[in-house]
């Protein structure tokens, strides 16, 4: 006797249902070890400076090295891997950032603790863009907003409680130990991911060329810019946040770990309020009150002696950090309806860079100021991102219609 599924009010069955559930939700894992792989050396890095004998100034390149590789390939790296089959290529890349963060934890020298960092960058630009769409593809129309905001909320998630919990082990026990933790967590992904994620279609493939020529538009140029500024002010102080408030408050250990989950928790608040701030205010208005808190907060930073100031400080600087990236794809999507995967995907490199520029230019300065000045300088970059965003707002333009030259 054959045996048939009852259908839902969307035309999917109820297995179905709670299939895509599962899915979705192993594919999330592997966003919360990229989110939680992207920020948890910040908290690490006396731990690693010490422990390779190399100044942390140096040390803060492990964080460009693999923001640089994610915001310069995955744009390419999409482009040639678009005819390959996504369950093979997403296994390939989570088996990339777990061999990755192994190489990682095992690197003898800052070098080769660099080239570790490449590979892993390499895997995560390669798993985070097709994760996404592959749950949209897995949940259907029906729950396509759900599931791709699980896949954001794994990086989010991967900031709220996988950095702190990164962290403490590298305080407890050692930064080699905070790596292997995140490999970990990228290994049960990579199982999931194979245990249950069935074959996928192939996505409409957008050619190289056609990605790169809505550059030749000076507005989304500028929309990028100002999110790539954004990134760089507010990562050149995360970058080194151990070290700022370790001149400031006087904090490392527990404390330290309670701090960055504070900036954990105010970016999830600020991630996913910005979307409903958007939706009441509006773009420019949710971007210009973000931005210019985040101005506000990396200034004070520097002033801060007081604890519970700190923690303050620490919430808002992660609502305002995280609150940008939504209501600026709103602007591009908006401004280019007809290629929304692109400029998202422009959007998403435009931080990434500006996170690699943040890091690698806070690395610099520290050499010649110090933490608590790095401050002021990360807040001079958000004064201009904010400068830029004024530009943009005074100066709309008409949107290019679908087919037409840039």
Same mark, same amino acid.
């Given at each position: 006797m054959s045996t048939q599924q009852t259908a839902s009010p969307t035309g999917r069955t109820s297995i179905a249902d709670s299939a895509w559930v599962r899915q979705v939700t192993i594919l999330a894992v592997g966003s919360f070890a990229m989110g939680t792989d992207s920020f948890v050396l910040a908290g690490i890095l006396p731990q690693i400076s010490r422990g390779l004998g190399q100044p942390i100034s140096a040390t803060g390149q492990v964080i460009t090295v693999f923001s640089l590789t994610y915001g310069v390939t995955a744009p390419f790296l999409a482009a040639l891997t678009s005819k390959l089959p996504r369950k093979p290529l997403m296994a390939f890349a989570l088996a990339v950032f777990v061999a990755a963060n192994l190489a990682s934890a095992v690197a003898p020298t800052l070098t080769l603790l660099l080239v570790a960092r490449v590979a892993a960058g390499l895997g995560a630009?390669?798993?985070?863009?097709?994760?996404?769409?592959?749950?949209?593809?897995?949940?259907?129309?029906?729950?396509?907003?759900?599931?791709?905001?699980?896949?954001?909320?794994?990086?989010?998630?991967?900031?709220?409680?996988?950095?702190?919990?990164?962290?403490?082990?590298?305080?407890?026990?050692?930064?080699?130990?905070?790596?292997?933790? =995140? %490999?970990?967590?990228?290994?049960?992904?990579?199982?999931?991911?194979? *245990? @249950?994620?069935?074959? #996928? $279609? !192939?996505?409409? &493939?957008?050619?190289?060329?056609?990605?790169?020529?809505?550059?030749?538009?000076?507005?989304?140029?500028?929309?990028?810019?100002?999110?790539?500024?954004?990134?760089?002010?507010?990562?050149?102080?995360?970058?080194y946040i151990a070290d700022v408030l370790g001149h400031t408050v006087h904090t490392d250990g527990t404390t330290l770990t309670l701090?960055?989950?504070?900036?954990?928790?105010?970016?999830?608040?600020?991630?996913?309020?910005?979307?409903?701030?958007?939706?009441?205010?509006?773009?420019?208005?949710?971007?210009? =009150? %973000?931005?210019?808190?985040?101005?506000?907060?990396?200034?004070?930073? *520097? @002033?801060?002696?007081? #604890? $519970? !100031?700190?923690? &303050?400080?620490?919430?808002?600087?992660?609502?305002?950090?995280?609150?940008?990236?939504?209501?600026?794809n709103h602007r591009l999507t908006e401004f280019v309806p007809h290629l929304p995967s692109v400029v998202i995907s422009l959007n998403s490199s435009g931080i990434y860079l500006g996170q690699a520029i943040g890091a690698g230019l806070g690395g610099v300065l520290l050499g010649v100021i110090s933490a608590t000045q790095l401050c002021y300088a990360g807040a001079g970059i958000a004064v201009l991102a904010g400068a830029l965003h004024l530009l943009i707002v005074r100066k709309p333009a008409t949107p290019p219609a679908p087919g037409a030259p840039m």
């Amino acid at each position: 006797m054959s045996t048939q599924q009852t259908a839902s009010p969307t035309g999917r069955t109820s297995i179905a249902d709670s299939a895509w559930v599962r899915q979705v939700t192993i594919l999330a894992v592997g966003s919360f070890a990229m989110g939680t792989d992207s920020f948890v050396l910040a908290g690490i890095l006396p731990q690693i400076s010490r422990g390779l004998g190399q100044p942390i100034s140096a040390t803060g390149q492990v964080i460009t090295v693999f923001s640089l590789t994610y915001g310069v390939t995955a744009p390419f790296l999409a482009a040639l891997t678009s005819k390959l089959p996504r369950k093979p290529l997403m296994a390939f890349a989570l088996a990339v950032f777990v061999a990755a963060n192994l190489a990682s934890a095992v690197a003898p020298t800052l070098t080769l603790l660099l080239v570790a960092r490449v590979a892993a960058g390499l895997g995560a630009a390669l798993y985070t863009p097709n994760a996404s769409a592959a749950a949209a593809t897995l949940a259907g129309p029906a729950h396509r907003g759900r599931a791709l905001a699980a896949i954001l909320g794994g990086l989010t998630v991967g900031t709220v409680l996988g950095v702190p919990v990164g962290t403490w082990i590298g305080q407890s026990l050692s930064w080699q130990a905070s790596l292997i933790f =995140v %490999a970990c967590v990228g290994a049960v992904a990579l199982a999931g991911l194979l *245990a @249950v994620l069935p074959a #996928l $279609p !192939l996505p409409p &493939a957008v050619p190289l060329r056609a990605r790169f020529a809505v550059l030749a538009h000076t507005r989304v140029v500028a929309i990028v810019a100002f999110m790539l500024l954004e990134s760089a002010a507010a990562i050149m102080v995360y970058t080194y946040i151990a070290d700022v408030l370790g001149h400031t408050v006087h904090t490392d250990g527990t404390t330290l770990t309670l701090l960055l989950l504070a900036w954990g928790l105010g970016g999830a608040v600020g991630a996913f309020g910005s979307g409903r701030l958007t939706d009441r205010w509006g773009a420019d208005r949710t971007l210009s =009150v %973000a931005i210019g808190l985040l101005a506000v907060t990396l200034a004070a930073f *520097a @002033v801060s002696s007081s #604890l $519970p !100031l700190a923690f &303050a400080l620490m919430a808002l600087n992660g609502a305002a950090g995280w609150a940008v990236s939504t209501p600026n794809n709103h602007r591009l999507t908006e401004f280019v309806p007809h290629l929304p995967s692109v400029v998202i995907s422009l959007n998403s490199s435009g931080i990434y860079l500006g996170q690699a520029i943040g890091a690698g230019l806070g690395g610099v300065l520290l050499g010649v100021i110090s933490a608590t000045q790095l401050c002021y300088a990360g807040a001079g970059i958000a004064v201009l991102a904010g400068a830029l965003h004024l530009l943009i707002v005074r100066k709309p333009a008409t949107p290019p219609a679908p087919g037409a030259p840039m």
